[in-house]
């Protein structure tokens, strides 16, 4: 891998960082790292020190949304070493993504060395250990070649940056929050790339999540787009519930299967955990919103991902929509001298529902939630190398450290 010889622009001292309260905001490095795949094949990369890309107007991800990305994080652990949490599967669910809509896949060993380069030529950016804080690093595919015609393009650039990080919702397992589903907004179809981590699923949940936001509410929650019955995810992660703990003090983790949920990296490592460390069961399965909001099942409900890890969820919030009462008619009510057949007006109707809320209370807003709170201390113990036997799960890569 060659390197470019220009400085870094923009690049903070990392002596100038608070580890203690960095937040998740992007804050430039010594630089990333930036593969291409032209003619069938991957270059051998190149370390660049500076932060723009040069595109083609035509490029198929400006046009068609060609893109997809990861996020993973690498940790200053308890005997100095940095690791990166569980890179191949990450590298593999990159895999997946980039063949659901027609991208070029770096292999999993291109991925892993592209990690690797990327840390290791940021190693000052690895918040310490004991700051709570990590190295998030995000690969990212895009489509960088030029295409008119709905066609894939004819060249890829995989790139992967980091940025130092602590907590993405302030306040963390402390500060139990309030979700909301809206109404009549889907995040996936059914059959659609739900599965897959594609930047286009993103953009959409952002008008409603802002405005969410202003209401109150910290994070969105999304039902089956078929029958609007099943819960499926948040916006920025999974969903996982907790039982009560029985007479022996084990709980039951649940976690919604689907078609159409992303297989969270953190919500496959913490059900592992769950069975290996606590001995609970974990069922992942259909989870309808009807048992979630009776209040006679859960006890604990959290969104968990790599950037919120595990985040309590005290409150959900579904809007029920009212059509409102109105005059039938033989004409088209949105007709108009420019738009006869009301193209421009295609739901007007949920715009003009009223909306009422259905509440399910999950715990109080000062909840212990000490499930998730013996889940969240074992999980980050063994990222950081303090959980006995921590080794033995093979999560930590690579075992030499960077």
């Known amino acids: 891998m060659t390197t470019t010889t220009n ?7 990392p002596a100038t960082l608070n580890w203690k309260n960095l937040g998740f905001s992007y804050v430039k490095t010594n630089g990333h790292v930036r593969y291409t795949w032209r003619d069938g094949k991957w270059d051998n990369g190149v370390f660049n020190k500076d932060f723009d890309i040069t595109l083609d107007i035509a490029a198929t991800v400006l046009h068609y949304g060609q ?47 592209a990690v690797r380069r990327a840390v290791a030529a940021n190693v000052d950016y690895v ?3 004991g700051s709570n804080g990590a190295l998030y690093i995000r690969p990212f595919v895009f489509g960088s070649g030029a295409n008119v015609g709905l066609s894939p393009a004819t060249e890829y650039t995989f790139m ?11 306040g963390g397992m402390g500060s139990p929050t309030k979700a909301l589903i ?67 003090g084990k709980r039951v983790y649940v976690t919604p299967k689907s078609g159409s949920v992303l297989a969270s990296v953190t919500n496959r490592s913490l059900c592992e955990l769950a069975s290996r460390r606590f001995g609970w069961e974990v069922e992942r399965r259909l989870l309808s919103w009807d048992e979630v909001k009776s209040g006679n099942k859960f006890t604990e409900v959290a969104a968990c991902g790599t950037a919120v890890v595990i985040t309590p969820v005290a ?19 949105t007709a108009s001298a420019d738009d006869p057949f009301g193209f421009d007006h295609i739901d007007d109707d949920a715009e003009n529902d009223d909306i009422s809320l259905e509440v399910a209370k999950i715990a109080e807003p000062n909840a212990k939630f000490e499930g998730f709170t013996q889940l969240y201390d074992a999980y ?11 080794e033995d799960y093979n999560w930590l890569w690579p075992a030499e450290g960077i």
């Open 160 to 170: 992967v940056l980091v940025t130092p990080v602590g907590e993405y919702y302030a």
């Open 380 to 390: 980050r113990a063994l990222q950081y190398g303090e959980l006995e036997g921590w």
């Open 127 to 129: 918040p310490p250990y």
């Open 67 to 113: 893109s997809c990305f990861e996020g993973l994080k690498a940790f200053r652990m308890k005997d100095g070493k940095i690791r990166v949490f569980r890179p191949e599967v990450n590298a593999r669910r990159m895999q997946k993504s980039c063949r659901a809509i027609c991208m070029a896949e770096p292999p999993i060993d291109l991925f892993l060395e």
């Open 182 to 248: 809206k109404h009549k907004f889907d995040r996936a179809a059914t059959y659609g790339t739900g599965t897959v981590k594609c930047g286009g699923n993103y953009a959409p949940s952002l008008a409603p999540t802002i405005e969410a936001k202003k209401k109150g509410y910290t994070v969105m929650l999304f039902l089956d787009a078929k029958e609007n019955k099943y819960v499926e995810e948040f916006a920025t992660s999974n969903f996982a519930a907790l039982t009560a703990p029985d007479a022996n």
């Open 7 to 13: 400085s870094s622009p923009g690049r903070v001292d």
């Open 315 to 333: 409150e959900i919030h579904r809007e029920i929509g009212t059509p409102k009462q109105k005059q039938h008619s033989s004409t088209v009510p």
